[in-house]
């Protein structure tokens, strides 16, 4: 398995990436590496909308691998198989995400692909891209499994402004897409607690009071 580009975007810690790709509208981009910066490997490529992305979950190696895992959104109690499921720790570290194509750009740095909707950190080596098929790939009438009980879950999140005045604009949205999936782990109920988080290179801190997520300090993070 080679890689052939690493993505870059705002989430530059585990904590707070969207659990699936699509429930956010943060952009990325992917920068191919010196040996695959050849433009006519993206021919055609712009009259597709999404793409597929197969990469590598390049913080969640280990060397041995259960048979059974806990999906964080059940509680963290319930187990399931780890091929019934979604979870970094598998066999073989491999993850795969439908992402929105917004552009391709020639640069110094050679074709890069700009898309929204990721679910990857900052740095993730990808291995592959293939164009998303409607026809083939949607499949209306599919079972979506345990996830039909925590898909329409969603916090209220509530940004008072003299703190939503510390972060960029253009990115408040996304940032409130982020938290309103609720980045705690589903075991987590204590009113009092703080969290924390990275994003777009500041620090948030939030509560959790039954269903409202309160932001209740943005910082920069030292450059």
């Known amino acids: 398995m080679k890689i052939i580009a690493h993505i870059h975007n705002d989430f530059s810690d585990k904590f707070g990436i969207p659990r699936q790709s699509g429930l956010n509208s943060s952009i990325s981009q992917i920068i ?10 993206l021919r055609g490529i712009d009259e597709f909308s999404h793409l597929w992305l197969i990469w590598n979950f390049s913080q969640s190696n280990k060397e041995d691998w259960s048979p059974t895992v806990r999906p ?13 499921s979604r979870s970094p720790f598998r066999p073989n570290p491999i993850g795969l995400t439908v992402v929105k194509l917004i552009k391709t750009e ?6 890069v ?4 909707g990721a679910d990857l950190l900052d740095g993730t080596p990808i291995y592959d891209i293939k164009p998303y098929i409607p026809y083939s790939d949607c499949i209306a009438d599919a ?3 345990f996830t039909s009980i925590t898909k329409n879950y969603k916090l209220d999140v509530y940004i008072p402004s003299d703190i939503s005045k510390e972060f960029p604009k253009y990115k408040l949205m996304v940032l ?39 932001v209740t300090e943005i910082k920069k993070i030292p450059v």
């Open 143 to 145: 079972k979506d499994g």
């Open 32 to 41: 191919f590496e010196s040996q695959y910066r050849n433009a006519d490997s």
């Open 72 to 84: 964080p959104r059940l509680g963290g109690n319930t187990k399931v198989g780890v091929f019934a």
């Open 176 to 214: 409130n897409e982020i938290l309103s999936g609720d980045p705690r782990p589903s075991y987590h109920s204590d009113a009092s607690r703080v969290y924390g988080m990275s994003y777009a290179g500041y620090n948030i801190k939030f509560t959790v009071n039954d269903k409202t997520l309160t």
């Open 106 to 111: 020639i640069t110094d740095k050679g074709p």
């Open 113 to 116: 692909i700009y898309v929204s």
